[in-house]
T-cell receptor, first 115, second 115 residues
Framework: AQSVAQPEDQVNVAEGNPLTVKCTYS??????LFWYVQYPNRGLQFLLK??????LVKGSYGFEAEFNKSQTSFHLKKPSALVSDSALYFC?????????????FGDGTTLTVKP | GAVVSQHPSWVICKSGTSVKIECRSL??????MFWYRQFPKQSLMLMAT?????????EQGVEKDKFLINHASLTLSTLTVTSAHPEDSSFYIC???????????FGPGTRLTVT
């Protein structure tokens, strides 16, 4: 079985400050890890993924995430938050099988960036 | 690239009628498509997974006779909500993945309201 935990329902940061949205996972085997963002009444947009290689992955809109195998974490980070980053963020994991397998999504974290 | 469209974006129907939602991958071949349901401020609930040319695999608790899924081609999947009831009102999101991609790409969602 695979699972994802996003321990924070809500993260509040001031514009210009660094932000972190936390994600931990549990999976049997090598994980594929993903971050998605959702704006109100819209589908999810892909931000970044970890498949293999460098533990630090960079994605869209200045976001990055670090894969930490020992802590089974994949926290999303951004050095300087923008008000427009305010949205709902989902972490997802699935087992390393390219052509099969469904992703498990976390419950989501609402990020609010205040001016 | 990697655009998924969904139609309609919103629909209102009367109780007892059926509604069809289309999901198309516009610039890639979707070997696997997923249908999700999302309640307000909640995570995605996977309803079913479909591979092109095969019957959909439904998640536990999802009525296959009520939520008919057809993945007739590599670019089109449809979800038909049959004999809709007010409790079926929700935000339905499709997602697609092809054999060359690790990540999923999501449609913009369909807001269904059953009166």
């Amino acid at each position: 079985a695979q699972s994802v935990a996003q321990p924070e329902d809500q993260v509040n940061v001031a514009e210009g400050n660094p932000l972190t949205v936390k994600c931990t996972y549990s999976v049997s085997g090598n994980p594929y890890l993903f971050w998605y963002v959702q704006y109100p009444n819209r589908g999810l947009q892909f931000l970044l993924k970890y498949i293999t290689g460098d533990n630090l992955v960079k994605g869209s809109y200045g976001f990055e995430a670090e894969f930490n195998k020992s802590q089974t974490s994949f926290h999303l980070k951004k050095p300087s938050a923008l008000v427009s980053d305010s949205a709902l963020y989902f972490c997802a994991v699935r087992v390393a099988t390219l052509n099969a397998g469904k992703s498990t999504f976390g419950d989501g974290t609402t990020l609010t960036v205040k001016p | 690239g990697a655009v998924v469209s969904q139609h309609p974006s919103w629909v209102i129907c009367k109780s007892g009628t059926s509604v069809k939602i289309e999901c198309r991958s516009l610039d890639f071949q979707a070997t696997t498509m997923f249908w999700y349901r999302q309640f307000p401020k909640q995570s995605l609930m996977l309803m079913a997974t479909s591979n092109e040319g095969s019957k959909a695999t439904y998640e536990q608790g999802v009525e296959k006779d009520k939520f008919l899924i057809n993945h007739a081609s590599l670019t089109l999947s449809t979800l038909t909500v049959t004999s809709a009831h007010p409790e079926d009102s929700s935000f339905y999101i499709c997602s697609a993945r092809d054999r060359d991609r690790y990540e999923q790409y999501f449609g913009p969602g369909t807001r269904l309201t059953v009166t």
